[in-house]
């Protein structure tokens, strides 16, 4: 009887597995995408996330930040653009243009 339970067990857990990945999906496909690199539209979202924490940093130094817009314009240019609410609770616009290479090229507060 203990013999019988072992392959439907396995079996159980291969049929689980596919749950894991998907209808249609790879189960590997998951292991192998970040081994390999990813995907290009999760580089995408790396370059824009990188965008808003060093635009979020630059403009901390006015203020607390509220990121609205995150916006890739080119291959090597990220646009982003929220408030600051100042120090004396004025609030202020801020636009912040940042390159692929790390840099923002250009910060400037309305």
Same mark, same amino acid.
């Given at each position: 009887?203990? =013999? *019988? $339970?072992?392959?439907?067990?396995v079996?159980?857990?291969?049929?689980l597995?596919? !749950?894991?990945? +998907?209808?249609?999906? #790879?189960?590997? *496909?998951? $292991?192998f +995408? #970040?081994?390999?690199? %990813?995907?290009?539209? =999760?580089? =995408?979202d790396?370059?824009?996330?990188?965008?808003? @924490?060093? !635009? %979020?940093?630059?403009?901390?130094?006015?203020?607390?930040?509220? $990121? &609205? @817009?995150? /916006?890739?314009? #080119?291959?090597?240019?990220?646009?982003?653009?929220?408030?600051?609410?100042?120090?004396? /609770?004025?609030e202020?616009?801020? &636009? !912040? $243009?940042?390159? #692929?290479d790390?840099?923002?090229v250009?910060?400037?507060?309305d």
């Amino acid at each position: 009887m203990k =013999n *019988g $339970i072992l392959p439907v067990l396995v079996a159980g857990t291969m049929l689980l597995g596919g !749950c894991a990945a +998907g209808v249609g999906g #790879s189960p590997l *496909g998951g $292991i192998f +995408g #970040s081994v390999l690199g %990813g995907n290009v539209r =999760n580089d =995408n979202d790396r370059f824009e996330r990188a965008a808003a @924490d060093a !635009c %979020g940093r630059e403009a901390a130094r006015y203020g607390r930040v509220a $990121i &609205s @817009d995150v /916006r890739q314009t #080119s291959r090597d240019i990220v646009r982003v653009d929220g408030r600051v609410l100042t120090r004396d /609770r004025y609030e202020r616009r801020f &636009s !912040c $243009i940042f390159r #692929s290479d790390g840099r923002i090229v250009d910060f400037r507060v309305d």
